[in-house]
């Protein structure tokens, strides 16, 4: 099955022994795991905000990046090759995102008698622009989307793509002529600020297409087309759930799919792992080559699971000039979620905070590549992936329905994530049924578990608990005791509040029966379904778990010192973030809406806009000030009505 | 037979129920209603947020006032209270009843209160508002209450702190309870702190002023300097009490047992319901009860009640215990009377717990010293004397639970209300005179009897049933556990299944401060 590369000699012969993953969290820890097993040494890079990630600390070697912005840290390839070189490695692996498709880095790498785990920088060159890919690809027989030059009604809806782009970023799908204009602009910036080229281009836009790819290896034996992975699960143009094999393909279509795979990279002369994606579009059963990957992607561990392969190893004896060799044969079904640090129910605002809790239960065909522990802190400064869960099973149902279990059992504390929203996804009679489009999650209310009136009395109860292994005095006497009963006792969340009695008889509440409680479990019976919740207290966060899903509260202190009150009127930074741009002036006088600032999160700008008419009487922060959530920026004093 | 001691003791328990919560209702609905409108909480509603997060709160003589023409409860609560792990001495007034009006029994109720913490060494938290006297009373409250304001100073020169948040009027004499106290809360535009009021003034002198001006919270903590602290609304004095507390750098001379070191109970506790008879004629032992509120058997406790003296003297059972984790000594009547060897038996173990410096219990069924020639010949009246004498004099903290009986003398060689037990607690099931209402029927009726045959006259005896009849149904009311508490004659009437957890508040808080068992006795007579 392959095709003796013309020029294998070519392809060097070097043994890597120190490795540099030019990258961060999840997939440095990745990397560094395979060469571990090989007996690879391995070398670190981190950014301020990262220095306590677990990567770093599995690393035998790591070099600090001053900074925390990408562009000062994960984007320097000055100081990455330096690294390097201070650190003996001979080899720089890029992961992906970041330099990864960098061809200059990937030159400089070269330049500097290093090792590049990656393809060749012409290879990059070419697939990194997106345009001049697609003509690479018409020209080699791979069917490709014609952009039309001049856009009409008919053409609707078109999709806005940064050439150097990926990951969705720099992505707008545009479904007005007249919105065209200024998306195209919106694109163009964002494309600058992420990747430092602008440069857009738009396409037809396929609204329930699904996103199939081919994971390509190019070796010194010739091209090894390792299957494809199914990745139509997106929101806002970013994958959330991946599966290899893709399901209900037509056998035809599959192997078709695999030749164009297969031929895209063989046009190019690729080498190492690659990936090429396609729009395939179900009911014309056709696909459209929409760009290839010229690096590892972040679901590479479906292919491994089902293939039986180790795509780093790969990658690395690739590097090497080795040969590669692997077993023809797909076995059984592989689905991997991104669990990602941030809120589906809120337009999927990245969250920060400590992970305050983080533990997701592998074995039995669960795999878990995370970047995060227990205690690491989450920033908005990268990407919100906290962790990967991929689990193998000889069925796509029985996968789903492991992964699922998994990530119900797993215990994420501190910062809200859309795992909820990944169980819905896959236990959804139409996920498990293969009705899979990248329109999926946006055609579906974001789900969460059904409210657990358990979980607040849980909490309520845990607290209890607490408060009473916390006394100083009359330790032992029942929570809540009184001789004269005058009134329950409060337990205030956010959400609501939880009245109980306590005394003799232990605790009670309005139609639960409180089986038992401890400081950090509480087992409740509900209409004679007795069930168990685990609590865990931070701070003013509760975390409650238990078969019934994962509820996280927050208290509102039982008094508040006037002193520490929000000022009436003032601007709260909506979560974590950089100021951007500042719109007014202090003593502007604005109507209700006006923006008053202008905040960036992760790759969204959010406005700040006046919550009443009056005027900008503080503005506490100046563009490029870092914000925490909650944060007061600005204080409108509502004007008084003019009589 | 036990369900019927169960149904009884539970109907009693649902009369307590039902006379507590008229304390808890207060000035009725719709003074209340008028109260939260105004923004303000009610007393308990006031307490449950000073208090630490779902501590106990043990409220003393609920039922203060009972029977008479005031409510239930007297206007004001007091109790024992966490606040930041300090264990307080809380009072509230209660503005919802007649403006938080004091009567006699207020006083009376309050008085108590400071005698505990006075006894057991606790900072007191006064919640003040409180429209001043109940004044068609005022002649049993004026000359009595001056004892309030030279408690709160005592309380201040023996080192335990007073606080008092004031949430409204504190007028005329009630403004010395800030003004005697070492911190001072207002809350901003509620508080009123004068000595006399505009009219008072305009009457007095002929200056015209306001309220605000003559003791608003602003004026206090900005002029005057009577306000330490000026409170934005109810909860923010609250808070701001509670960080008072918190700053008092409180030290308890005698560190609690560490928790998880005792067992609970062998016996359940439940049991206790069936064990009282309805009927106090029938004996108990009192062993069941003992087994039902100290310490069970554990590492360190390998004998759950050591029993003292059991051959001797088997109407009274004596012995040493645990009480979540602290020791105590035990004295419980088991057949009612008391006798020469009980008396001799219950001086010799005071003696025993004062020279161990252990706390004594005291567990109330008695129906007396025996009468009789052959015991006062045995000379009853010298050893009740010597059991007496023992329990006055005896200087560890004494708790006294009537559970039953407390007739006679026998109250007072219990350790009766007179002699001044720490804290005393009734059962629904006791019952407390000089004795029996039939027994002192019938002895007015053998006096009255003697009386006409020496004056020569027949004696009415039909005529008499009448009066005998009056008689023993007004001394069975007066001797029942709402009339003695409502007299203050207790610290409250309990749930029998509470007595372990009052019993264990109560011995926390006593150990805020050191005690130590007596030097010396008066004279015995052998």
């Known amino acids: 099955m392959l095709n003796r590369n013309a020029d294998s000699a070519s392809w060097g012969d070097t043994m890597i022994g120190r490795l540099l993953v030019a990258n961060r969290a999840e997939i440095a820890g990745r990397i560094f795991a395979t060469c571990r097993r090989l007996g690879i040494e391995t070398v670190a890079v981190h950014s301020d905000a990262d220095a306590e990630l677990p990567y770093v600390r599995e ?89 039309p030059a001049e856009p009409a009604e008919d053409d609707l809806p078109l999709l806005v793509k940064a050439s150097a782009g990926g990951g969705g970023r720099g992505m707008r799908v545009v479904r007005s002529l007249a919105d065209l204009e200024p998306e195209v602009e919106r694109a163009r910036a964002e494309a600058e600020s992420a990747f430092g080229d602008g440069t857009v281009f738009v396409e037809p836009y396929v609204e329930r297409g699904r996103h199939v790819e081919v994971q390509v290896v190019g070796t010194p034996d010739g091209v090894l087309v390792l299957g494809e992975r199914d990745c139509s699960l997106q929101r806002r143009h970013q994958k959330v759930v991946e599966e290899s094999p893709a399901p209900g393909l037509p056998e035809a279509t599959r192997e078709a799919l695999h030749a164009a795979g297969r031929a895209a990279a063989e046009a190019i002369g690729y080498r190492g792992a690659g990936t090429v994606e396609f729009l395939y579009d179900e009911t014309a059963d056709r696909f459209y080559f929409l760009e290839m990957n ?26 090497e000039g080795r040969s590669v060799c692997v077993s023809p044969r797909t076995n059984g079904h592989a689905i991997e979620a991104r669990l990602y640090a941030e809120d589906p129910g809120a337009d999927y605002q990245p969250q920060s905070g400590r992970l305050t809790r983080f533990e997701i239960p592998t074995g039995g065909g669960v795999r878990v590549d995370a970047g995060f522990a227990t205690g690491s802190e989450v920033s908005t400064n990268y990407d919100a992936m906290l962790a990967k869960v991929i689990a193998w099973a000889p069925t796509r149902e029985r996968a789903a329905r492991r992964l699922a279990d ?107 029966t409180v089986v038992s409680a401890t400081p950090e ?67 502007a006088h604005v109507a209700a809406g006006d923006p008053v600032l202008v905040l960036e999160a992760m790759k969204m700008q959010h406005t700040v806009a006046a919550p009443v008419a009056g005027t900008v009487t503080e503005i506490n922060v100046q563009p490029g000030a870092q914000v925490a959530a909650g944060e007061v920026l600005a204080v409108v004093e509502e004007a008084e009505e003019q009589p | 037979m036990t369900t019927t001691n169960r149904e009884a003791l539970l109907e009693k328990l649902a009369d307590l129920d039902a006379e507590q919560a008229k304390a ?19 007393p308990r509603e006031r307490i449950e947020l000073l208090i630490d997060e779902g501590s106990a709160f043990l409220e003393l003589s609920p039922l203060a006032g009972w029977g008479s023409d005031f409510t239930v409860g007297a206007s004001v609560v007091t109790g024992i209270g966490v606040i930041e792990g300090v264990e307080c001495m809380i009072t509230a007034n209660d503005p919802s009843v007649k ?33 001043g006297a109940d004044l068609p009373t005022q002649k049993e409250i004026f000359i009595p209450g001056g004892k309030l304001f030279r408690d709160l100073t005592r309380s201040s020169a023996d080192k335990r702190p007073t606080i008092a948040l004031v949430f409204g009027n504190s007028t005329a004499g009630g403004a010395y309870v800030p003004g005697m106290s070492d911190y001072t809360v207002m809350v901003r535009e509620k508080a009123k702190v004068f000595l006399g009021g505009p009219p008072l003034v305009k009457m007095a002198t002929g200056e015209e002023s306001d309220d605000e001006s003559l003791g608003g919270a602003e004026m206090h903590a900005r002029t005057s300097g009577l306000a330490d602290y000026l409170a934005e609304d109810e909860l923010d004095a609250l808070r701001i009490g509670r960080r008072i507390v918190a700053r008092l750098n409180w030290r308890k001379a005698i560190p609690p047992p560490a928790p998880g070191s005792w067992a609970e109970p062998d016996a359940d506790v439940e049991d206790l319901l069936d064990l009282i008879p309805g009927d106090l004629k029938e004996p108990f032992d009192p062993r069941e ?106 200087t560890v903290p004494h708790l006294t639970v009537i559970m039953g009986a407390s007739y006679g003398a026998g109250n007072y060689g219990m350790n009766g209300r007179a002699y001044d037990p720490r804290f005393l607690f009734t059962w629904p099931s006791a019952k407390s005179a000089v004795m029996g209402p039939a027994q002192l029927a019938g002895v007015l009726e053998i006096v009255a009897q003697a009386s006409a045959e020496s004056k020569g006259e027949t004696f009415d005896a039909e005529g008499f049933a009448a009066i005998k009849t009056m008689v023993e149904q007004q001394v069975e009311e007066q001797s029942l556990p709402h009339f003695l508490s409502g007299m203050l004659y207790d610290d409250g009437v309990i749930d029998p299944r509470d007595t372990r957890t009052v019993l264990a508040i109560c011995l926390s808080v006593i150990e805020t401060r050191p005690y130590s068992g007596t030097p010396g006795y008066g004279v015995f007579r052998p």
């Not at chain 1, 699971?305 to 180790?310: A, E, F, K, M």
């Not at chain 1, 994420?412 to 990248?438: C, K, M, W, Y």
């Not at chain 2, 645990?322 to 001086?347: C, D, M, T, W, Y």
Request: glycine content about 10%; overall charge negative; some cysteine.
């Open chain 2, 289 to 394: 009860v003992i087994a039902r509120i100290c310490d069970g058997v554990s590492e360190g406790n390998a004998v759950a009640f050591d029993e003292f003296k059991p051959l001797y003297g088997p109407s009274l059972v004596t012995g040493w215990a645990r009480l979540h984790g602290r020791p105590i000594g035990i004295l419980a009547n088991a057949q009612g009377v008391l006798f020469s060897e009980e008396a001799q038996k219950a001086a010799q173990f005071v003696q025993l717990a004062n020279q161990s410096d252990t706390p004594l219990l005291f567990l109330h069924n008695t129906t007396g010293y025996m009468v009789g020639a052959e015991y006062e010949q045995g000379g009853i009246i010298k050893h009740g004397a010597m059991m007496i004498n023992a329990i006055s004099n005896s």
């Open chain 1, 406 to 512: 998994a990530l119900s059992r797993a215990r994420i504390h501190g910062v809200r994530t859309n795992r909820d929203q990944l169980v819905a996804v896959l236990r959804d009679p139409a996920f498990l049924g293969g009705e899979v489009s990248t329109a999926f999650l946006a055609e579906r209310p974001v789900a969460g578990p059904a409210a657990d009136a358990g979980a607040p009395v849980a909490a309520a109860l845990a607290l209890a608990e607490r408060a009473r292994a916390a006394r100083v005095v009359q330790q032992a006497v029942p929570a809540g005791w009184r001789n004269v009963v005058s009134q329950p006792q409060r337990t205030e969340f956010e959400t609501g509040v939880v009245e109980w009695w306590g005394g003799r008889d232990g605790y009670r509440v309005g139609g639960i």
């Open chain 1, 521 to 587: 479990r509480v087992v409740l019976e509900i209409d004679d379904v007795r069930t168990a919740y685990d609590v865990a207290v931070s701070g003013l966060v509760v975390e409650v778990d238990s078969p019934r899903g994962h509820t996280s509260l927050r208290r509102v202190p039982r008094f508040v010192d006037p002193a520490d009150a929000v000022p009436g009127g003032g601007l709260l930074a909506p979560m974590p973030g950089t100021v951007v741009r500042v719109a007014v002036d202090r003593g």
């Open chain 1, 59 to 147: 690393a035998d070697h790591a070099v600090r990046l001053p900074g925390t912005s990408p562009a000062d840290s994960y984007l320097r390839a000055d100081l990455l090759i330096e690294a390097a070189k201070r650190t003996g490695a001979d080899a720089v692996h890029p992961g992906y995102g970041f330099l990864s498709e960098n061809a200059d880095f990937a030159r400089a790498v070269l330049d500097a008698g290093l090792t590049w785990v990656g393809p060749a920088p012409e290879s990059i060159e070419q697939m990194g622009s997106k345009i001049a890919a697609k003509q690479i690809m018409a020209d080699a027989g791979v069917p490709v989307l014609d952009a």
């Open chain 2, 24 to 42: 808890v209702a207060g000035g009725g609905e719709r003074s209340v209603a008028r109260h939260h409108q105004r923004g303000k909480l009610l």
């Open chain 2, 99 to 131: 403006g938080g009006a004091s009567n006699p029994w207020t006083t009376k109720k309050v008085f108590r209160a400071a005698q505990i913490a006075e006894e057991n060494g606790l900072p007191t938290v006064s919640l003040v508002e409180s429209g």
């Open chain 1, 294 to 319: 010229t690096r590892l992607q972040v679901e590479h561990p479906v292919t491994e699971l089902v293939r039986g392969v180790d795509l780093v190893e790969l990658q690395l004896a690739v590097a």
